[in-house]
């Protein structure tokens, strides 16, 4: 898909389809007002009729509209200004991009007129609505028999004023590039556990270094994460026949030697049965989705090799698959971690804190400048947040209200929850230095809390990805590529923040 930053006026602009907006009360957008008067009132006329009063989420598809260049035009309601926000302007976006899929145009135009000059005001809208565009026509079809039609829709431009041009451009380099990266997070986590194997995911990292000369990767098998003494990951794959991997892939792109770089690790679980402690059989085909926590870091990684960004990050993935087997870990079982802390596996189902903590142990031989781990680690996550906010404990308060600060401006929200002390106290045990589990309440917290344990002397962020990692049930059942734009928006800022600093 082509996305590209048009100027002119509305009227006069070839396309398959013209979008322009209306508000509340049939309120026309300038864009509107410019295309009713060089209809001679054909605007005006339909909604004195009554067809469309500009409420949000109205459309109307008209055809072969006098005095203009376009072939269609679609009126978009907007609704009240008052009530504009993020999730009503994605889902205007996503539904004119339906319109014109059912309607097979080949090319589209946006021409919605900004409701504000503030320069990241419009950014925001022309990056949102990239990504809203990008999401809505996705399509999974690799391992169907049968391929999925090819879109006719081939490009979609936005017509912004001169002024306005170079954010614009800015936008759409940045906004194409955090949306390729949410496919490809959709693209593994909808790939079934027979397919996206750790191993698999290892060779999309080494084909990520092939792509891209800023990325280089490194893979480490069990052979050597024994020797490391990675005893607690290995423990998880242990019932496995898929051989458990860690994944290295480091991007370099600061001009300045020795900067520390930004650590991202994510828990690749590529399918969880439980193990042992085996889970309910109804909805388990789901739990291919429990590696998402790792596609949402090669997503990250893609986007941030795309735009080239300033900055060095490190993206670290533990991989393995969780199966019961005569050989597989039991409840009970006492495990040493790659930091020498000892941990008694109550349930093995608590699996994804066993992987990570030797992950974040091996991140620390970066000297990382902050260490963001992400993970569909807990359903206490889903009954706490639902399935619209990431939950975000973090060891620093900088850092923590940096990820929230990032994921609102990018509109993939997270939500703060504590790290106290008195959590730690649940993950007590009499036969090791923690248990990995802490009971029934606050199990989203106390999940932290083991992972704080392995990153005393970082600053650390945890994003439990559980409830908006993927959808169940129906025709959008799927993974949903968060927090790839969240991710995406921080790396950003912190690129922002040293560019400001080498200045």
């Known amino acids: 898909m082509d996305f590209e930053i048009v100027n002119g006026s509305a009227e006069a602009l070839e396309t398959d389809l013209l979008i322009v907006g209306i508000s509340d009360n049939a309120t026309l957008t300038a864009s509107a007002q410019a295309v009713d008067k060089a209809s001679n009132g054909y ?6 009729e009554g067809d469309i009063e500009g409420k949000n989420g109205q459309s109307l598809l008209l055809h072969k509209v006098p005095g203009i260049s376009a072939k269609r035009v679609l009126l978009l309601g907007l609704g009240k200004e008052s009530d504009r926000n993020d999730r009503s302007f994605r889902k205007l976006i996503a539904g004119a991009v339906s319109v014109a899929k059912s309607s097979k145009v080949k090319s589209a135009l946006f021409a919605l007129d900004s409701n504000s000059t503030a320069e990241s005001d419009i950014y925001r ?8 565009a990008t ?63 750790p191993t698999y995911l290892a060779e999309q990292a080494v084909q990520l270094a092939e792509d891209y000369d800023s990325v280089t990767t490194t893979i480490v098998d069990e052979a050597e994460m024994e020797q490391l003494g990675m005893h607690s990951l290995l423990s998880v794959g242990r019932g496995s026949v898929q051989p458990s991997k860690l994944i290295v892939m480091e991007y370099k792109g600061a001009d300045r030697d020795g900067e520390a770089p930004h650590v991202l690790v994510g828990k690749g679980i590529t399918f969880d049965t439980g193990g042992i402690s085996l889970k309910p059989g109804a909805g388990m085909d ?38 019961p087997a ?21 349930n093995t189902d608590a699996e994804g804190r066993l992987v990570l903590c030797d992950a974040l142990t091996y991140a620390e031989r970066f000297n990382p400048a902050t260490i963001v781990d992400i993970a569909t680690l807990t359903g206490a996550c889903i009954i706490a947040l639902g399935h619209h906010a990431t939950g975000l404990l973090a060891n620093d308060d900088d850092l923590a209200a940096e990820l929230l600060s990032a994921g609102e401006f990018a509109a993939d929200r997270a939500w703060r929850l504590p790290l106290w002390d008195e959590f730690q106290e649940q993950l007590d045990t009499n036969f090791a230095d923690i248990a990995n589990i802490g009971g029934r309440p606050a199990g989203t917290i106390t999940a932290a809390c083991f992972l704080s344990r392995f990153t005393k002397e970082q600053r650390w962020a945890h994003l439990d990805i559980a409830g908006v990692a993927w959808n169940s049930g129906g025709k959008a059942k799927g993974a949903t590529g968060r927090c790839v734009p969240l991710l995406s928006q921080y790396l950003l800022n912190q690129a922002s923040t040293a560019m400001t600093e080498a200045e």
């Open 286 to 323: 789901e739990m291919k989705f429990d590696m998402c926590g790792a596609a949402s870091v090669f997503g990250a990684m893609n986007a941030i090799a795309e735009m080239r960004l300033p900055i060095n990050v490190v993206g670290v993935v533990a991989a393995a698959e969780n199966m």
């Open 326 to 346: 005569g050989n597989a870990t039991k409840p009970g079982d006492i495990v040493t971690t790659m930091s020498g802390q000892t941990v008694e596996i109550l």
């Open 135 to 197: 999401a809505e026509l996705y399509q999974y079809d690799e391992t169907k028999s049968k391929k999925a039609d090819a879109l006719n829709i081939e490009s979609i431009h936005i017509l912004l004023s001169e002024d306005d041009s170079e954010t614009g451009e800015s936008a759409l380099v940045d906004g194409v590039s955090i949306a390729n990266g949410v496919s490809v997070a959709r693209d593994l986590g909808n790939l079934p556990g027979n397919i996206c194997t």
């Open 125 to 132: 809208q022309v990056r949102q609505l990239v990504e809203s």
């Open 43 to 48: 605007l005006s006329e339909i909604i004195a």
